[in-house]
């Protein structure tokens, strides 16, 4: 019989524990769920926890996120099932180019026919159909190839430029670490004749195998991953938000917070800015954490 250490004990446990978080979130990102109008014109159309929104203007629609390959029927269904027609979509975004959040792009530009911009870091990715990414571009022994089909670009964004269409502006913030082209989103929308500032959070969260710095040999994932993870949680801790959103519906509590509009909650669910001010401090914390340990060989 083999003996493991209590440190060994903790590993295995938490491996466990991980895989289960995995399958229950694999489950979340491809789970339907009725789509909600979430502020103005702006709509939730994504599954359970894989988020997708529609943003809807007299000239045509925005996308963001199109996840999945096999997502792109249920975002259809969900864009229909509002009332609107999937062929309006004019413009197709994403937050970061990750197979969850951008497989889908080369289908949703074929039946649309929108335009594919995204955030000047993550052009090669995308083009590349996911071989170009730092992480998951080329299997190791803790993770597999991400491959899905390629997407052409069809406007290269820098941090800080404005996407308009119909009278909407949306600006892409450069928020890198994730993947290097991370991008976060804002917008401003009108409820209850309230403006409110809507933040869409790109992605804040350090991978497993990530490695953020060089030791031992080995490099860091990229140069420079743990200064561009440093300047993220900056930008995002002054950034105005009133209705907290990202592109996991875990990132801001959706399923609770539909619970809460479910049970006939009268204020509007989606504004959170003490929410998000208290998931960036955690995420921020998560992240010196890891980078201490790293640092430090633990």
Same mark, same amino acid.
């Given at each position: 019989?083999?003996?493991?250490?209590?440190?060994?004990?903790?590993? +295995?446990?938490?491996? +466990?524990? !991980?895989?289960?978080?995995?399958?229950?979130?694999?489950?979340?990102?491809? %789970?339907?769920?009725?789509?909600?109008?979430?502020?103005?014109?702006?709509? $939730?159309?994504?599954? #359970?926890?894989?988020?997708?929104?529609?943003?809807?203007?007299?000239? =045509?629609?925005?996308?963001?996120?199109?996840? @999945? /390959? %096999?997502?792109? &029927?249920?975002?259809?269904?969900?864009?229909?099932?509002?009332? @609107?027609?999937?062929?309006?979509?004019?413009?197709?975004?994403?937050?970061?180019?990750?197979?969850?959040?951008?497989? *889908?792009?080369?289908?949703?530009?074929?039946?649309?026919?929108?335009? $594919?911009?995204?955030?000047?870091?993550?052009?090669?990715?995308?083009?590349? =159909?996911?071989? #170009?990414?730092?992480?998951?571009? !080329?299997?190791?022994?803790?993770?597999?190839?991400?491959?899905? &089909?390629?997407? #052409?670009?069809?406007?290269?964004?820098?941090? *800080?430029?404005?996407?308009?269409?119909?009278?909407?502006v949306l600006v892409?913030?450069?928020?890198?670490?994730?993947?290097?082209?991370?991008?976060?989103?804002?917008?401003? /929308?009108?409820?209850?004749g309230r403006n409110?500032?809507?933040?869409?959070?790109?992605?804040?969260? !350090?991978?497993? =195998?990530?490695?953020?710095?060089?030791?031992?040999?080995?490099?860091?994932?990229? &140069?420079?991953?743990?200064?561009? $993870?440093?300047?993220?949680?900056?930008?995002?801790?002054?950034?105005?938000?009133?209705?907290?959103?990202?592109?996991?519906?875990? $990132?801001?509590?959706? +399923?609770?917070?539909? #619970?809460?509009?479910?049970?006939?909650?009268?204020?509007?669910?989606?504004?959170?800015?003490?929410g998000y001010q208290?998931?960036?401090? /955690?995420?921020?914390?998560?992240?010196?954490?890891?980078?201490?340990?790293? /640092?430090?060989?633990?």
């Open positions: 019989m083999i003996k493991l250490g209590v440190r060994n004990w903790v590993a +295995l446990g938490m491996l +466990l524990l !991980v895989g289960q978080l995995h399958a229950q979130a694999s489950s979340d990102m491809t %789970t339907p769920i009725d789509p909600f109008r979430i502020a103005g014109n702006l709509y $939730y159309v994504g599954s #359970k926890d894989l988020a997708s929104y529609l943003i809807v203007t007299p000239q =045509g629609d925005i996308l963001i996120n199109s996840s @999945f /390959e %096999t997502s792109v &029927p249920l975002i259809r269904n969900s864009v229909e099932k509002l009332g @609107f027609r999937f062929a309006d979509i004019r413009i197709l975004l994403i937050s970061h180019a990750h197979v969850d959040h951008d497989a *889908g792009s080369a289908a949703v530009k074929r039946l649309t026919g929108a335009k $594919y911009m995204v955030m000047d870091a993550d052009v090669p990715v995308v083009e590349s =159909g996911g071989a #170009k990414d730092f992480a998951y571009g !080329v299997a190791t022994p803790t993770s597999s190839a991400s491959r899905y &089909p390629p997407a #052409k670009v069809d406007r290269v964004l820098h941090d *800080g430029e404005e996407v308009r269409l119909g009278g909407m892409a913030h450069k928020t890198p670490g994730h993947t290097r082209g991370c991008t976060t989103w804002t917008l401003r /929308e009108t409820d209850r409110l500032n809507v933040v869409i959070v790109g992605s804040w969260n !350090v991978n497993p =195998g990530f490695r953020l710095v060089d030791r031992s040999g080995q490099l860091a994932s990229y &140069p420079g991953i743990a200064q561009d $993870y440093q300047r993220t949680y900056s930008v995002l801790k002054n950034l105005p938000c009133d209705v907290f959103l990202g592109a996991h519906g875990q $990132y801001f509590d959706m +399923l609770a917070k539909l #619970k809460r509009l479910q049970a006939g909650a009268t204020e509007n669910v989606w504004v959170d800015p003490q208290a998931a960036v401090a /955690e995420r921020k914390a998560a992240f010196e954490a890891e980078l201490m340990r790293q /640092e430090h060989g633990i």
